[in-house]
């Protein structure tokens, strides 16, 4: 595996890379989730590149950027046993020089759910992502539908940005009591951890009610709430909306994707199912 650290380097060594191209952003603190893009990525191209990179434009004055978990040579030691071909690892400077001022905006899919908890959140990540593709120049990417609105928002970035891409969705890694692999698990206490699994039974609930024929969102989330309310967790939303646009169902016809943002003491997890 060859490690990168500057965005001329990484362009010289991309112009000497033949055949497709593979890309997994990340921002570290990698765990079988990310590995699981990897493995995908290495059986449909001839090369994979992986960025590691705390992206400081996506954390809000109150989040935990200095907090964010990192383990870089943990990461390093992953990546090289999965395959990978090139590490692209960044510094904050070199990603955002002094007097940098240009951002990209996915307007309305970014300004719901996470987005509107999380203001600027998701420009921090589009516009991180747009510079990374420019570097890097993949033919495909790979996201973890773990994100679901990330993923909406890249969708809509690749499309509406015509990025020559194609954008490869990995199914959600989960610990065996049903909790999603999440970097910020390691911010859990033995009882959080425990406990959180709910979020997952929780979307099994609302995927049995509708399976019987429920298709009021009002009433599979009221389902949901109070399940969530027999644990420690306080709700921070629970949704059902429309996966392509993220606008809220008041009634299902088809495919919703469900999702829900809960705290578990000061730990804050998502997760997601989609209805069908």
């Known amino acids: 595996m060859q490690t990168v650290k500057t965005i001329n380097e990484m ?21 079988e989730g990310h590995i699981s893009l990897v493995e995908q990525a290495k059986k449909e191209n001839d090369s994979v590149v992986v960025s590691i990179f705390v992206n400081p434009k996506q954390f809000g ?26 590490l ?5 400077d070199e990603i955002y020089p002094e007097g940098f001022e240009t951002y990209v905006t996915v307007e309305n899919t970014s300004q719901v759910l996470e987005g509107a908890k999380r203001p600027g959140h998701f420009r921090g990540v589009a516009t991180v992502v747009t510079k990374l593709f420019n570097i890097i120049q993949p033919d495909n990417t790979y996201f973890g539908q773990k994100d679901a609105q990330q993923v909406a928002v ?42 959180a699994a709910v979020l997952f039974k929780s979307l099994q609930l609302a995927q049995e009610k509708f399976q019987k024929g429920e298709k009021d969102s009002a009433k599979i ?14 709700i921070d939303y629970i949704s059902i909306a429309d996966p392509e646009t993220l606008q809220e169902l008041d009634f299902i016809k088809k495919n919703a994707l469900v999702s ?17």
């Not at 010289?12 to 055949?19: C, D, N, P, S």
């Not at 692209?88 to 904050?92: A, D, Q």
């Open 11 to 31: 362009r010289i060594l991309r112009g000497k890379t033949a055949g497709k191209v593979g890309f997994i952003p990340t921002m570290g603190y990698l765990h």
């Open 61 to 86: 004055p109150n989040e935990d950027f200095t907090r964010y978990p990192r383990d870089e040579q943990n990461d390093i030691e992953l990546l090289e046993k999965a395959g990978v071909d090139i």
């Open 88 to 92: 692209f690892l960044p510094t904050v």
């Open 154 to 195: 890249m969708k809509r970035m690749i499309a509406d940005l015509q990025f020559p891409i194609t954008l490869h969705i990995g199914e959600t890694l989960r610990e065996s009591n049903g909790l999603a692999k999440s970097s910020r698990n390691v911010y859990l206490s033995e009882k959080d951890r425990t406990e």
């Open 221 to 234: 989330k009221n389902e949901m709430e109070k399940l969530i309310r027999m644990t420690s967790g306080k």
């Open 260 to 276: 829900l943002a809960v705290y578990f003491g000061k730990t804050r997890l998502i997760d997601n199912s989609i209805l069908h």
